[in-house]
């Protein structure tokens, strides 16, 4: 609920306001990291399309309850270990590119001597 909580902050911060708060909930939640937990959070979106009543507050109980379980469980996954390794390899990327030489050497630039 952490990441929900900075998720809330951020759109603040971008402007977002809270007279939707559903909308808002949803769009929080949807940047989650767990595909069971975001498949949960798009059955009560569709529902709630489709023009069911659903109140800000009821689906925040019931994704507090969802959350505990899946952690409580060991289901929950917090970051994909792919995109975890593809960040990983971009820094040391980066790391490697900031070390490296400015000015490109090509064999042309330096002379070659001959063994003769």
């Known amino acids: 609920m952490d990441d929900f909580t900075a998720t809330l902050t951020q759109i603040e911060l971008k402007g977002g306001t809270f007279t939707k708060q559903l909308m808002c909930l949803f769009k929080a939640f949807e940047t ?6 975001k498949n949960y959070i ?8 489709d023009g069911d009543e659903l109140d800000w507050t ?4 019931r ?5 505990k379980s899946l952690h ?3 289901t929950w996954k917090d970051k994909d270990a792919h995109k975890q390794q593809i960040i ?4 040391a990327l980066e790391k490697a590119v ?3 030489p400015t000015t490109p050497r090509s064999p042309k630039s ?3 001597k001959s063994p003769m």
Do not use: N, P, Y
């Not at 994704?63 to 959350?67: A, I, W």
């Not at 990983?88 to 820094?91: F, G, I, Q, V």
């Open 98 to 100: 900031r070390f490296a």
């Open 63 to 67: 994704v507090g309850e969802k959350c």
């Open 88 to 91: 990983a390899l971009t820094a």
């Open 110 to 112: 330096e002379k070659i």
């Open 42 to 49: 798009q059955s009560f979106k569709d529902t709630w399309e």
């Open 72 to 74: 409580e469980a060991g």
């Open 58 to 61: 009821t689906l925040l109980d």
């Open 32 to 37: 989650s990291h767990d595909h069971m937990f």
